[in-house]
Nanobody, 125 residues
Framework: EVQLQASGGGLVQAGGSLRLSCAAS????????IAWFRQAPGKEREGVSC????????YYADSAKGRFTISSDNAKNTVYLQMNSLKPEDTAVYYC??????????????????WGKGTQVTVSS
């Protein structure tokens, strides 16, 4: 059974930091790209960051560049999203997803095969 378990969300003040974790199981971790998406109330889902284990590269949305860092611990089948200098506009439910053959569109990574449940990130001003 494929599982993607996101955790690490919470309430933080503007300027603070959070580290999200995405624990994966049930598929060959090293073959997949793992991405973080977010969706705020009334807004479309946005691809925030992605790490491709096959390609060895990373992607960041403009809104995340310079503040967020994605990393992977292959021994633990876990991908992390370190979020620094958080802003109220980062408030959203954050989801992780896995894709075998992905592409990039205007909203970030596309072609994800598996999705996890989200974790709420709330940034107060």
């Amino acid at each position: 059974e494929v599982q993607l378990q996101a955790s690490g969300g919470g309430l933080v003040q503007a300027g603070g930091s959070l580290r999200l974790s995405c624990a994966a199981s049930g598929f060959t971790f090293d073959d997949y790209a793992i991405a973080w998406f977010r969706q705020a109330p009334g807004k479309e889902r946005e691809g925030v960051s992605c790490i491709s284990h096959k390609e060895g590269n990373t992607y960041y949305a403009d809104s995340a560049k310079g503040r967020f860092t994605i990393s992977s611990d292959n021994a633990k089948n876990t991908v992390y999203l370190q979020m620094n200098s958080l802003k109220p506009e980062d408030t959203a439910v954050y989801y992780c997803a896995a894709g075998l053959d992905i592409s990039y569109g205007s909203s970030g990574p596309e072609g994800m095969d598996y999705w996890g449940k989200g974790t709420q990130v709330t940034v107060s001003s």
